[in-house]
């Protein structure tokens, strides 16, 4: 296909100044909203990097601040237990209470943060919550049920964190 001009407009490119006046104009008007909306898709665009800029900023504090609640409601277990090494007692008794205490501190903020623990005992043998460490003889117990926790598990909002380590109830004659 040869590159022939339109008749309206000459071989270098310029207008042919047979036109009628409403076409130049009208024309005029075509380019200044070709350059108006060039302007705008410009703002748009910056908009959009500034949009993604700032999501990436928020994405990264999150990462660096996502365990802050815990953390801070870590600072009283800390601090129960920094208390009861300075304590100078030979008394069992008090220690063992303030240990106690301080399990009860981190139990609750455990749970507050969506923590749950998986202790068995008494119930069906689960493989997804569960793992089977040995089968015991337990007269008296249904065979696969949990008779003894090695090792608790653990439930972060409803997905697993860790399994229970248990044993399990033989059949009879297994």
Same mark, same amino acid.
């Given at each position: 296909?040869? !590159?022939?001009?339109?008749?309206?407009?000459?071989?270098?490119?310029?207008?042919?100044?047979?036109?009628?006046?409403?076409?130049?104009?009208?024309?005029?008007?075509?380019?200044? =909203?070709?350059?108006?909306?060039?302007?705008q898709s410009l703002l748009?665009?910056?908009?959009?990097?500034?949009?993604?800029?700032?999501?990436?900023?928020? /994405?990264?504090?999150?990462? *660096?601040?996502? !365990? =802050?609640?815990?953390?801070?409601?870590?600072?009283? /277990?800390?601090?129960?237990?920094?208390?009861?090494?300075?304590?100078?007692?030979?008394?069992?008794?008090?220690?063992?209470?303030?240990?106690?205490?301080?399990?009860?501190?981190?139990? *609750?903020?455990? =749970?507050?943060?969506?923590?749950?623990?998986?202790?068995?005992?008494?119930?069906?043998?689960?493989?997804?919550?569960?793992?089977?460490?040995?089968?015991?003889?337990?007269?008296? *117990?249904?065979? !696969?049920? /949990?008779?003894?926790?090695?090792?608790?598990?653990?439930?972060?909002?409803?997905?697993?964190?860790?399994?229970?380590?248990?044993?399990?109830?033989?059949?009879?004659?297994?």
């Amino acid at each position: 296909m040869t !590159n022939t001009p339109t008749p309206d407009i000459d071989q270098a490119g310029t207008m042919d100044p047979s036109l009628d006046p409403s076409q130049d104009s009208e024309l005029e008007t075509l380019r200044a =909203e070709v350059e108006q909306l060039r302007a705008q898709s410009l703002l748009e665009r910056a908009d959009l990097e500034n949009q993604r800029k700032r999501l990436a900023r928020d /994405v990264d504090n999150a990462r *660096k601040f996502a !365990n =802050e609640r815990l953390l801070g409601d870590l600072l009283t /277990v800390f601090d129960g237990l920094e208390h009861g090494l300075l304590a100078d007692t030979t008394d069992a008794t008090a220690l063992r209470e303030g240990m106690d205490l301080t399990l009860k501190a981190l139990t *609750k903020v455990g =749970e507050g943060n969506g923590l749950k623990a998986v202790d068995p005992i008494g119930q069906p043998f689960n493989p997804e919550l569960h793992q089977a460490m040995t089968m015991v003889e337990a007269p008296g *117990k249904a065979p !696969n049920t /949990v008779v003894a926790v090695m090792q608790k598990g653990y439930v972060l909002n409803e997905r697993l964190l860790r399994p229970a380590l248990v044993a399990i109830a033989k059949a009879p004659g297994a």
